[in-house]
């Protein structure tokens, strides 16, 4: 039995273990099973076919043979994960130095440009396009 178990596993994406975004499908299906515990029964129905469908997913994932493929899907994954986590980061370090600086946005090009609070109305020079604009510190 353990040999016929090992040749149908084997070339699976299973084989390699678990990678990110089979952990967060996993995390996924159970956050939104919990949640549909406490809706009505008319709401919670959505929320537990969903979950269905990313545990469903997330076997096929494990019993595919096309690794290629896999690894790319968690390639996305790891991409927006990260682009998420350095917003959470910046917007945390942003708030973690309010006390003593203000964040201002250039008009022209979008950069955060941090000056120093309690200096009046200054000229703040964007270090990114050169642009200047007038605010109050």
Same mark, same amino acid.
């Given at each position: 039995?353990?040999?016929?178990? +090992?040749?149908?596993?084997?070339?699976?994406? @299973?084989?390699?273990?678990?990678?990110?975004?089979?952990? =967060?499908?996993? $995390? #996924?299906?159970? +956050?939104? #099973?919990?949640?549909? @515990? =406490?809706?009505?029964?008319? *709401?919670? *129905?959505?929320?537990? $076919? #969903? @979950?269905? $469908?990313? *545990?469903?997913?997330? #076997? &096929?994932?494990?019993? !595919?043979?096309?690794?290629?493929?896999?690894?790319?899907?968690?390639?996305?994954? %790891?991409?927006?994960?990260?682009? $998420?986590?350095?917003?959470?980061?910046?917007?945390?370090?942003?708030?973690?130095?309010? +006390?003593?600086?203000? &964040?201002?946005? %250039?008009?022209?090009?979008?950069?955060?440009?941090?000056?120093?609070?309690?200096?009046?109305?200054?000229?703040?020079?964007?270090?990114? %396009?050169?642009?200047? =604009? *007038?605010?109050? !510190?």
């Amino acid at each position: 039995m353990r040999d016929k178990i +090992a040749r149908f596993m084997y070339g699976r994406y @299973a084989q390699y273990g678990q990678d990110g975004f089979n952990k =967060f499908l996993w $995390v #996924l299906w159970l +956050a939104l #099973l919990f949640i549909s @515990a =406490f809706m009505s029964r008319k *709401i919670s *129905i959505y929320f537990v $076919v #969903l @979950a269905d $469908v990313c *545990i469903i997913y997330s #076997l &096929f994932r494990m019993m !595919s043979r096309n690794i290629d493929a896999r690894r790319k899907e968690n390639e996305v994954y %790891c991409y927006y994960k990260s682009k $998420v986590t350095s917003i959470i980061g910046q917007k945390k370090n942003e708030h973690s130095q309010k +006390a003593n600086y203000r &964040f201002y946005t %250039c008009t022209k090009c979008g950069q955060r440009v941090r000056v120093p609070k309690g200096r009046g109305k200054i000229e703040i020079t964007c270090p990114k %396009c050169g642009n200047k =604009f *007038i605010k109050k !510190s």
